[in-house]
């Protein structure tokens, strides 16, 4: 059977019955959009929390009290251990080759009131004036901390956007005095919008000199956690190694009391969680392949019932087994094919919409498109492979007395 023959009958067969041919065509881009759309999704979000990581710092190393166990995450090891690290490991870290800037952290949360009346609970950051390039941030307004701050133990304080935007409005923050704990603060600057931080960015902080943090707002001299700026990323793991000594040694145990975690640590982590919730989402949606497949099915077997005298005539006249066979796979690979093509386009659609809207980051990706149109023709294949056998295995004679 020639192959313009093929598309031909093809062809004539499924335009003869448009309604039929539409509705199983559906089954089949509603399962494919829903594919592609849910792939996208995931790879948006791996793209935005890439962006996100790196956007906290280059070649950043956070150092954590307590002990980081799979699953369980920071967990105490004794009484205690959550306050190991102290000012003098900063100090210590600082000896190691390769370290562009050490970052000492103190964070606790505290209601914050202002002027206006609004209040927030925020997380209040003791930070030090290397600060902002160690986590990669800029100022919209103002100045950040300075040594004399740190000196001074001064209470001045640097806003975050949205506590800015939350305690004042669209009014001026800068010169405003706050109250934290109680304790009066001035603002003095205020930090350009990072975004994509999560709940604990930089945009959700207020951040006062370290001095004042310690020794006025918290009363504890321990460090939440010391963050580190590693010259050359290809030296992370030799900065890790030589910090985990240097601080087992300080600490004078023999197991380490405290985490060194990476960007990459971090970043392999949430794109695991990313890709299993992807995985679970397409694998939902595939469902709805699966019933279009079997939509393909139940009308190719429609089609052999109804189509039982002309199976019969063409054998009759010398069609094989072959040729039966191929013509109502190649319509149920029409049909297949036809739906992957429309799904790809509604999927990339919505993908866009969703994008678009800023619903949530969302970017189609060239081998999920392959992908689908390889499902597509499996499905055609699969499930249109019964019913063209039970049509090439008609006895003609049987055929043509069908009524």
Known sequence: MLINDIFQETYISLSGNKVRSSLTILGIVIGISSV???????????????????GLGSNLLMIMPGVVQPGRGIVSSGRGSAQTLKNEDAD?????????????????RFQVTAPTGNNTNTTIMGATPVYLSVRNISMADGSFLTEAHMRSLARSAVLGA?????????????????????????????????????????????????????????????????????????????????????LVLKHRVSEPDFSIISQEDILGTLTQVVNTF???????????????????????????????????????????????????????????????????????VISYGVNRLGIIQS???????????GVSAAIGIIFGYYP????????????????
């Not at 943090?213 to 992370?236: F, P, R, T």
């Not at 279009?292 to 429609?302: A, D, E, R």
């Not at 010398?318 to 429309?342: H, N, P, V």
């Not at 189609?364 to 992908?371: E, M």
């Open 162 to 246: 949205t506590v800015a935007k939350d305690l004042f409005g669209d009014s001026e923050a800068m010169g405003k005095t706050i109250r934290i704990s109680k304790m009066n603060f001035m603002v003095i600057g205020v930090l350009s919008a990072k975004g994509g931080a999560g709940f604990s960015g930089p945009d959700d902080m207020i951040f006062i000199p370290l001095t004042t943090m310690q020794k006025i707002l918290s009363g504890a001299d321990y460090l939440s956690s010391i963050a580190i700026s590693v010259q050359n990323k290809d030296e992370m793991n030799t900065v890790r190694d030589a910090a985990t000594d240097s």
């Open 36 to 54: 592609i759309a849910m792939i996208s999704i995931g790879e948006g979000a791996k793209v935005s929390i890439r962006s996100s990581i790196e």
């Open 278 to 348: 992807t995985l679970f989402l397409a694998a939902i949606a595939g469902i709805s392949l699966l019933v279009g497949g079997i939509g393909i099915m139940n009308m190719m077997l429609t089609n052999v019932t109804e189509r039982t005298k002309e199976i019969g005539l063409r054998k009759a006249i010398g069609a094989k087994r072959k040729d039966i066979t191929q013509q109502f796979l190649a319509e149920s690979i029409a049909l297949t094919f036809i739906g992957g093509l429309i799904g790809v386009f509604l999927g990339a």
């Open 363 to 373: 970017q189609v990706s060239v081998p999920s498109i392959f992908l689908a149109f």
């Open 388 to 403: 063209a056998q039970r049509a090439a295995k008609l006895d003609p004679i049987t055929a043509l007395r069908y009524e």
């Open 92 to 108: 210590v870290l600082r000896e190691i080759s390769g370290i562009a800037e050490i970052s000492p952290e103190s964070s606790r």
